[in-house]
């Protein structure tokens, strides 16, 4: 198993930015390959923001290139989200994602952490 925590969020004025963090931990960490950020509106579906691989490889959403960075740390088993220049539209719950490599894969979600930009 494997649990995830986010951290990081809150309110923040457009223009801002904020680092969103995610840790794991359990039993099962050492089997995690690819990490990533999605969001979410109340009543909408979650979308995916950005996703790294466990060699580095990463994509973005187009609605996000060139205004978010994603980075994690393999050692702390931690996925970063540093996100600059955020607009309203940015406003969502922010889901942290991890899925494991062994067949057949799982996914394990953080709890979500708000992100609220004002205008």
């Known amino acids: 198993q494997v649990q995830l925590v986010e951290s990081g969020g809150g309110l923040v004025q457009a223009g801002g930015s904020l680092r969103l963090s995610c840790a794991a931990s359990?039993?099962?960490?050492?089997?995690?390959?690819?990490m990533g950020w999605y969001r979410q509106a109340a009543g909408k579906q979650r979308d995916l923001v950005a996703t790294?691989?466990?060699?580095?490889?990463?994509d973005y959403a187009d609605s996000v290139k060139g205004r978010f960075t994603i980075s994690r740390d393999n050692a702390q088993n931690t996925v970063y989200l540093q996100m600059n220049s955020l607009k309203p539209e940015d406003t969502d719950v922010y889901y942290c994602k991890m899925t494991n490599m062994v067949l057949p894969p799982t996914d394990y979600w953080g709890q979500g952490t708000q992100v609220t930009v004002s205008s």
């Open positions: 359990g039993s099962d960490i050492f089997s995690i390959d690819a």
């Open positions: 790294i691989t466990r060699g580095g490889a990463t």
